[in-house]
């Protein structure tokens, strides 16, 4: 039986200069949820599986954040039952990522979203969502990521301030600077139209 899923595959980009940064994407990725853990596959590479779509903002996010990888989004049926590891594989899901992450090295913000035909015009608008949101977190500093981590911890503007040792005022000017509201927006949005793609597949 086939169900609907998304799986990324994460390669990282100049490996050879910047040395292995699998072991910490890992550890990121670790506590976000993936219906098979994203794992090394090969080299410095990664791949995990989502059917959960809302998961997908959390994950891709993470990733982006450093600039250091290319990533390939693959949309399509997964078979049931699912093995233990995500490197047992071998589905149109996943064949759709290795396209994707091949793809992805002359793309935009290093990205590219493939899917089954029947969800062709959802994956696109998923990708353009992807584009414009990883533009924004190439723009954001350290001292707005600061900002941006504490608020979605659940920390207020005058907590974050009374923790980062400034006012409020420049937690605020931070906020926006960062784009802290947009941000929030594009998840949303990117969360939406993945559920569309998944639904698509799955019609």
């Known amino acids: 039986m086939a169900t609907p899923g998304i799986v990324l ?18 550890a990121a990725l670790e506590p976000l949820p993936a219906r098979l853990p994203f794992r090394r596959t090969a080299g410095d590479e990664v791949q995990g ?11 891709v996010e993470q990733v982006l954040r450093s600039g250091a990888w290319r990533v390939g989004v693959g949309i399509g049926p997964v078979d049931d039952p699912l093995p233990d590891d995500v490197r047992e ?24 979203v493939v899917a089954d035909p029947v969800a062709e015009l959802a994956a696109r608008a998923l990708e353009s969502a992807l584009w414009l949101w990883a ?6 500093t350290a001292r707005g990521w600061e ?41 949303e949005l990117a969360a939406h139209l993945a559920a569309a793609a998944l639904h698509g597949v799955g019609a």
């Open 9 to 26: 595959t994460v390669d990282q980009r100049a490996s050879r200069s910047s040395g292995d940064r699998v072991p910490d994407l890992l």
């Open 147 to 187: 900002v941006v981590d504490l608020v979605d911890a659940g920390a207020t503007y005058e907590q974050a301030a009374q923790r980062l040792g400034i006012t409020q005022s420049a937690v605020s000017q931070r906020a926006a600077a960062a784009g802290l509201a947009e941000g929030r927006r594009a998840r």
């Open 49 to 59: 599986l989502l059917t959960d779509p809302a998961g997908l903002p959390a994950v």
């Open 135 to 140: 533009g924004l977190l190439e723009r954001r």
């Open 89 to 112: 594989a071998r589905w149109p899901a996943f064949v759709h990522a290795r396209a994707a992450v091949d793809a992805a090295r002359t793309a935009p913000a290093g990205l590219r």
